[in-house]
């Protein structure tokens, strides 16, 4: 396979292009190629074609007769394609030829998407001459150097919207404790992360530090008291190095205000827990209590 699809992810363009999702356009408006290429313009764009190594950014569905084959449902994003010259692929071809703001149908056959693109067996029920119109929107096309830059943006803007997601969350889950900490006249400590904790007996051993070894007893509970999970049912602590696993970070930030011997009840909001998934009988975005214990601490 000579054209690399990274993020893939498929967009339904039918408001963007002027097309409704399951129409067939058909061969009229068509031209075609000495290659065999079927091909329309519904509007044309500027600038150039790509270059053998470019980037095309682009929006695009692909369906036999009225039947969408891609995109999956819920992909928006727009594709980027790197481009390799490649006369002898219609795809290609096709690929080529487009411009930044292009709007354009193809046409090509099953047995040329699926065997010759694809490298990949022609799914059950399409016949090997079977049409398969492309409808493509072309948002820009891009050197590699441009391209790594606009990777770098959109990574930049995904880490920003999570940050937002976040603090939007804690802020939520911070209300809910607040609220469940004035109802049972509970009096508790803060730190910086949003973590809640009141120590209900003070240890008389070593403090832990980050990759000591520490092993925890506890009780988890969600708000209304319903118990999840607990070591003492099992009789056995949970052991596991500090700041070094897969726990969640409250845990990790809890268990280290404690000295061995000591017992606490930690309120966890979400972004200090599970978050937006969901784990088991925890649902998402699940503030949570947790009773603990420090059995012991190995340095």
Same mark, same amino acid.
């Given at each position: 396979m000579r054209i690399?699809?990274?993020?893939?992810?498929?967009?339904?363009i039918?408001v963007?292009?002027?097309?409704?999702?399951?129409?067939?356009t058909?061969?009229?408006?068509?031209?075609?190629?000495?290659s065999?290429?079927?091909?329309?313009?519904?509007?044309?764009?500027?600038?150039?074609e790509?270059?053998?190594?470019?980037f095309?950014?682009?929006?695009?569905?692909?369906l036999?007769? =009225?039947?969408?084959?891609?995109?999956?449902?819920?992909m928006t994003?727009?594709?980027p394609?790197?481009?390799v010259?490649?006369?002898?692929?219609l795809?290609?071809?096709?690929?080529?030829?487009?411009?930044?703001?292009?709007?354009?149908h193809f046409?090509?056959?099953?047995e040329?998407?699926?065997?010759?693109?694809?490298?990949?067996?022609?799914?059950?029920?399409?016949?090997a001459?079977?049409p398969?119109?492309?409808?493509?929107?072309v948002?820009?096309v891009m050197?590699?150097?441009?391209f790594?830059a606009?990777?770098?943006?959109?990574?930049?803007k995904?880490?920003?919207?999570?940050?937002?997601q976040?603090?939007?969350?804690?802020?939520?889950?911070?209300?809910i404790?607040? =609220?469940?900490l004035?109802?049972?006249?509970?009096?508790?400590?803060?730190?910086d992360?949003?973590?809640?904790?009141?120590?209900?007996?003070e240890?008389?051993?070593?403090?832990?530090?980050?990759?000591d070894?520490?092993f925890?007893?506890?009780?988890?509970k969600?708000?209304?008291?319903?118990?999840? =999970?607990a070591?003492?049912?099992?009789?056995?602590p949970l052991?596991?190095?500090?700041?070094?696993?897969?726990?969640?970070?409250?845990?990790h930030?809890?268990?280290?205000l404690?000295?061995?011997?000591?017992?606490a009840?930690?309120?966890?909001?979400?972004?200090?827990?599970?978050?937006?998934?969901?784990?088991?009988?925890?649902?998402?975005?699940?503030?949570?209590?947790?009773d603990?214990?420090?059995?012991?601490?190995?340095?």
């Open positions: 690399s699809f990274i993020n893939i992810a498929y967009a339904c039918g963007l292009l002027g097309f409704s999702a399951c129409s067939q058909g061969e009229d408006g068509y031209e075609t190629t000495s065999g290429l079927k091909i329309k313009y519904l509007s044309e764009g500027e600038g150039t790509p270059d053998s190594g470019d095309i950014l682009m929006y695009m569905k692909y036999k007769d =009225d039947s969408l084959l891609f995109p999956p449902e819920g994003d727009p594709i394609v790197q481009f010259s490649d006369t002898a692929n795809v290609f071809e096709a690929f080529g030829m487009l411009k930044k703001g292009d709007s354009t046409q090509v056959s099953a040329e998407l699926f065997v010759k693109t694809f490298q990949a067996q022609i799914p059950p029920g399409i016949e001459e079977a398969i119109t492309f409808q493509i929107g948002e820009d050197s590699p150097e441009d790594q606009y990777q770098m943006e959109q990574m930049r995904q880490q920003e919207d999570m940050m937002a976040q603090t939007e969350q804690l802020s939520a889950d911070s209300l404790i607040n =609220d469940y004035a109802e049972n006249s509970i009096d508790a400590q803060t730190t992360s949003g973590l809640r904790y009141v120590i209900t007996e240890g008389s051993g070593v403090q832990p530090s980050v990759g070894s520490v925890v007893h506890y009780r988890g969600f708000l209304d008291g319903t118990e999840f =999970d070591s003492y049912d099992r009789g056995d052991g596991f190095a500090l700041g070094q696993s897969q726990l969640i970070q409250g845990w930030e809890g268990i280290a404690l000295n061995k011997g000591a017992k009840t930690l309120y966890v909001p979400s972004s200090l827990a599970y978050g937006p998934q969901s784990t088991g009988p925890i649902a998402p975005n699940s503030v949570l209590i947790f603990v214990e420090l059995v012991d601490v190995k340095q």
